[in-house]
């Protein structure tokens, strides 16, 4: 398996998570929002360590770019964790309008952020990695 | 592969004035509608142009250069130059030929103009696309489109220069010069779009790896196939009509199941799509319906895709700055807003229609539509205007 089909597959998981939640809270079902939700920042949480614990490092190492496109992708991941916790804020206020207007910002920002890794971070690093250790390395997180 | 960093997504400015001028296209388009329906005639050329070089190519061109690093990792090192230079030839090029089309003067000046601008900001992106190695179906797309924008405007050229008689007048060309240009260009250009948008902003499944990277080469040939007769463009329509179905499909079966009115133009692009290809197949008597659904597709697209994109940007851009109070997209152009502006281009489709059949009438939509290109206009110069004003 390459690193892009193992990735663009986390995306895909971290996406799906993200719709749920967006369901249960335009259905005002609040009850079960905040487990959806956690399920949801749990997944990219991990999936965002996974990259910049892992990946980024070893991408730095071998290729030697390091104020490159992983610089980069690590300025979006805080700025998507920093939506991250204001979506959570919002649930707990039960602010359906600013969850909504947090979340389709958060949408477009790592939509963008995943394309921009999909079509070009992800195709690099399996040019460059030994992949199986990285994605081993990356499992046990 | 240079990578990607901050630098390279290109600044905020570049997109708002490409979008911007092309909103201002939106507003002559609507002006001239009217003054059409008072007079009661209609000067098809005119229109044609306004809505495919007015609307469409700023558009187009402002997201390509977006796009580019983001989608294809292709970068536009100092880009506002090169942006300016577009824009200058593109500002005063178009308007200069669309002026020729109403005062019958200045056509071959015009005309060099846009076609240098065209010619400039096509090898310029070409240049940058071919440097990288990517095979992925949107990348693609859009390297094939910018190719038959090249060819339609050539062929274009060669009409204008026909007119003045330096070249013989052929229907061949003027019939390659707009399904060039209509399919190829805007066409190709907003299926290979969509082929990584629908995916990831309505959270949908992804269209068939093999009609996707197939899609452009196909559509290409199929271009070219059709310039021989009405029964060889029936490959053309199929595969838009494919691309339609397969994308209406995406957006009904969407995870994202949220009220979202970018959603409904995109619909409405997609249904004005598939009626337009019937026309096209009956072009020959219903030539201006296929127009009018043609332009209805694009349009649409282009303004669910712009208000997106430029919410998006100014989050961004405001965001990346380290500003204090950054405004969310929803800030920028709220969710009203492009529910007001939704229905009113709804109602002027609706309008023209019953116009159209009715054969009066026209002073109504044309009046729809003069109040939605307004509401547009206003609603992207607002939105553009709040990353201007919270600069520190």
Avoid at chain 2, 12 to 19: A, E, L, P
Avoid at chain 2, 69 to 94: E, H, M, N, R, W
Avoid at chain 2, 231 to 242: C, G, I, K, V
């Amino acid at each position: 398996m390459s690193v892009k089909t193992y990735l663009t597959e986390e995306h895909r998981q971290c996406d799906e998570l993200y719709a749920k939640v967006e369901k249960l809270i335009q259905e005002d079902n609040w009850d079960n929002v905040l487990e959806a939700f956690d399920a949801f920042k749990k997944a990219t949480l991990l999936h965002f360590k996974k990259e910049e614990d892992i990946l980024f490092p070893a991408f730095e190492e071998t290729t030697g770019i390091v104020m490159g496109p992983t610089q980069v992708m690590r300025m979006e991941h805080t700025q998507a964790k920093e939506l991250i916790d204001r979506m959570e804020k919002a649930i707990k206020e039960r602010n359906k309008n600013t969850f909504l207007s947090l979340g389709d910002t958060f949408m477009v920002l790592i939509q963008q952020h995943n394309m921009k890794e999909e079509q070009i971070l992800y195709p690099m690093c399996d040019q460059h990695l030994i992949i199986s250790d990285i994605i081993e390395s990356m499992e046990r997180l | 592969m240079t990578g990607l960093s901050l630098q390279q997504a290109p600044p905020f400015i570049i997109v708002f004035g490409f979008f911007l001028t092309a909103c201002l296209f939106g507003l002559v388009i609507s002006l001239t509608e009217l003054y059409m329906a008072l007079e009661h005639s209609l000067f098809l050329p005119l229109l044609v142009h306004l809505y495919t070089l007015g609307f469409a190519l700023f558009t187009m061109f402002g997201a390509l250069f977006q796009m580019l690093p983001v989608v294809a990792g292709a970068v536009i090192k100092s880009p506002k130059p090169k942006a300016f230079i577009s824009l200058f030839l593109l500002i005063t090029g178009i308007p200069t030929f669309i002026y020729s089309f109403i005062f019958g003067k200045f056509m071959l000046l015009g005309a060099f103009l846009t076609y240098t601008g065209i010619l400039y900001t096509s090898f310029l992106m070409l240049y940058h696309l071919l440097k990288i190695k990517s095979f992925m179906p949107t990348p693609k797309g859009m390297k094939f489109s910018l190719v038959f924008l090249l060819l339609g405007a050539t062929a274009g050229l060669c009409r204008v220069l026909s007119y003045y008689g330096y070249l013989p007048i052929s229907d061949k060309v003027l019939y390659f010069h707009y399904t060039s240009l209509l399919f190829g260009w805007i066409g190709l250009l907003i299926s290979s779009v969509s082929f990584q948008v629908v995916e990831m902003f309505f959270v949908a499944e992804s269209y068939p790896k093999h009609f996707s990277e197939n899609y452009p080469l196909l559509v290409s040939l199929s271009i070219f196939l059709s310039i021989i007769g009405n029964f060889f463009s029936l490959p053309l329509l199929f595969l838009f009509f494919a691309y339609s179905f397969l994308t209406i499909k995406r957006l009904i079966a969407r995870k994202r199941k949220i009220k979202d009115y970018t959603l409904y133009f995109w619909y409405l692009g997609q249904i004005s799509l598939i009626i337009s290809l019937v026309f096209f197949a009956l072009r020959e008597t219903l030539f201006l319906p296929f127009l009018f659904f043609y332009a209805v597709f694009f349009t649409s697209i282009i303004m669910g895709m712009m208000y997106r994109i430029i919410p998006f940007l100014v989050w961004f851009h405001s965001s990346n700055e380290g500003r204090k109070e950054v405004p969310l997209m929803s800030e920028v152009v709220p969710p009203e807003r492009i529910k007001g502006n939704f229905y009113l281009h709804l109602v002027w489709v609706l309008l023209s229609i019953f116009a159209y059949i009715l054969d009066k009438g026209y002073l109504v939509p044309s009046t729809v539509h003069l109040v939605s290109s307004v509401f547009l206009l206003y609603n992207i110069c607002r939105g553009g205007m709040l990353y201007f004003k919270t600069q520190p």
